[in-house]
């Protein structure tokens, strides 16, 4: 602009200047000045092309960083769906398998509402409640290919203050290093999970059905049921499986007419006198079918003056299991049967509450399930199962002599509902459950609402 400016000076200051001449110069300048004009406009689409460029770079460059992003996170945290279940564990405690290296973070949790509807005339007193029964975090760290830690933190009952009548804890459900050595034989060694039954290493609330777990994987094998120890585990050939470990043994001196549940330790400085020796065969011949047993023995007296003796109290608790799905239909049984010497002395040093102690306990369950969702929407990804579950099972199965069993403890269940997972990570569960058990003694039956998730 500053040249077309002194170009007009000079038409007016030049002296001698024909007016055909300032007519031609005044033609040249207006060309000129249109000639700046579409350069000035020309530069300023290229300015706000540069921008657009800039804007659509910086664009991509965010796009580029986040999709890094969550394949940096996704190799550490893979979602449920991608996590392939590993050596009995179930999806969300198996993710540190999954990561190719550092930190892997799962979760779970449920909470349930329960209504008591009858037989409570026995005296139990059962009240209508809600519990948000557990919070439970995974935290396992990859080291390198062969050396990892997986751990799962429990909170129970949603408080663990003292002054709360049934307050809940903080407990280590297991915390163990693996070494990854070959496909067929790896060792295992910290706090570990019984390899016992089906729910007592896969206990996320998606992968069972019913709002509590069953009683027998419960009362007769006591889940959760984890102890330290150490041991082998891998597959022997395609589809076989097994986990062996020696680990702390249970306290006698604590068993009760209710079974073994109160003689668990948890890993809680553990008396190791009579350490006990645990084994699991699984065998998967198809996708859709999978059985095996499992065994545990040893001595549980622990060294323990119990009454006016140390009873060895040697104890063998075993169980056979299998699942099978296909399609919409899923079926599970188990069976477990436990011996306990020493019943007699056992008995007599436990308190008037806890008599017997039983010197043979057993039970047994059989259920199925079918998801109808996709009868009613084909295509859905959505689930939708009603359930039935029946058990039998009797902590007083056979008692030393002189001894008279209680019979309340004798059961049959009925358990009939429904769970339904809107995706795969949450499930809502409604179930009724009704107990048919012997002796003056009722066990009141219950409606019950819960709900689970993992990730």
């Known amino acids: 602009m500053k040249r077309v400016w002194f170009a007009m000076m000079l038409i007016f200051l ?11 110069t005044a033609g040249e300048i207006r060309e000129l000045r249109d000639k700046l004009e579409r350069l000035e406009k020309k530069m300023g689409e290229e300015e706000v092309k540069r921008k657009e460029q800039a804007e659509e770079q910086e664009r991509k460059t965010k796009t580029l960083a986040e999709e890094l992003e969550k394949k940096r996170l996704e190799e550490y945290i893979p979602s449920l769906a991608e996590v392939k279940p590993k050596y009995g564990l179930g999806p969300a405690a198996s993710k540190v398998y999954s990561v190719t290296r550092g930190l892997s973070i799962a979760a779970y949790g449920e909470g349930n509402y329960r209504k008591f509807v009858s037989d409570t ?8 409640q809600a519990d948000f029964l557990r919070l439970v975090t995974y935290i396992g760290y990859k080291f390198n290919d062969w050396i990892l830690l997986n751990s799962e933190i429990e909170y129970e009952h949603a408080s663990t203050s003292t002054g709360t009548s049934g307050a809940g804890e903080v407990s280590v459900e297991f915390a163990y290093l693996d070494f990854l050595l070959s496909k067929y034989a790896n060792t295992r060694v910290g706090m570990v999970l019984a390899p016992m039954g089906i729910l007592n290493e896969v206990h996320e609330p998606i992968t069972y059905h019913g709002v509590l777990r069953p009683d027998v994987e419960t009362l007769i094998l006591p889940s959760t049921w984890r102890g330290n120890g150490a041991g082998l585990f891998g597959e022997i050939l395609p589809g076989l499986t097994y986990r062996t470990y020696i680990m702390e043994g249970l306290r006698a001196k604590n068993f009760t007419n209710a079974g073994l549940r109160s003689g668990r330790q948890k890993g809680n400085r553990a008396l190791f006198e009579d350490p006990s020796w645990t084994a699991r065969l699984d065998y998967t011949p198809i996708p859709q079918l999978s059985f095996g047993g499992s065994i545990f023995m040893g001595n549980q007296g622990q060294n323990e003056t119990i009454g006016s003796s140390k009873p060895d109290a040697f104890t063998t608790l075993w169980d056979l299991h299998g699942q099978f799905r296909h399609r919409g239909l899923e079926l599970r049984a188990l069976g477990a049967w436990g011996r306990i010497d020493d019943a007699a002395t056992l008995s007599s040093a436990a308190s008037s509450s806890s008599r017997p102690v039983a010197s043979r306990i057993y039970g047994w369950y059989l259920e199925g399930a079918y998801d109808i969702l996709p009868l009613l929407r084909p295509g859905t990804t959505q689930y939708l199962a009603p359930f039935f579950r029946f058990e039998r099972y009797n902590t007083q199965a056979e008692v030393p002599s002189g001894f008279a069993p209680d019979r309340s403890k004798d ?5 009939v509902g429904i769970s339904y997972k809107p995706i795969l990570n ?18 009141a039956d219950e409606w019950a609402l819960g709900i689970g998730f993992a990730f």
């Open 121 to 128: 005339s026995g005296g139990l007193g059962n009240k209508d």
């Open 14 to 24: 030049l002296p001698g200047v024909s007016f055909s001449q300032q007519s031609d």
């Open 426 to 443: 949450v499930v809502l569960k409604m179930d009724y459950r009704n107990y048919d058990a012997k002796g003056p003694t009722r066990v």
């Open 411 to 415: 059961r049959k269940l009925y358990t």
